[in-house]
């Protein structure tokens, strides 16, 4: 598989994660167990992260790892 293969495939993994809330608002994204359960390198899953962060799903905090980004579901433009 080509790096943007397994890229896409993480994105959407961690993404499918999300949008089923396995993976819950202020949720830890553990790098490791999800590289090991996709059974790739953390590169791609760094990078799909990233990806999502700047998408506004993920909060990545520097030294601290990357959490779900808490969504307000609700409409506050009434």
């Given at each position: 598989?080509?790096?943007?293969?397994?890229?896409?495939?993480?994105?959407?993994?961690?993404?499918?994660?999300i949008?089923?809330k396995?993976l819950?608002?202020?949720?830890?994204?553990n790098?490791?167990?999800?590289?090991?359960?996709?059974?790739m390198?953390?590169?791609?899953?760094?990078?799909?992260?990233?990806?999502?962060?700047?998408?506004?799903?993920?909060?990545?905090?520097?030294?601290?790892?990357?959490?779900v980004?808490?969504?307000?579901?609700t409409?506050?433009?009434?």
């Open positions: 598989m080509t790096r943007q293969n397994l890229e896409q495939q993480a994105y959407e993994h961690i993404l499918h994660l949008t089923t396995i819950h608002d202020g949720d830890f994204i790098q490791s167990y999800i590289a090991t359960e996709l059974n390198s953390r590169t791609p899953i760094r990078n799909a992260i990233a990806r999502l962060a700047g998408e506004g799903k993920i909060r990545s905090l520097p030294r601290h790892g990357a959490f980004r808490q969504h307000n579901l409409n506050t433009s009434l």
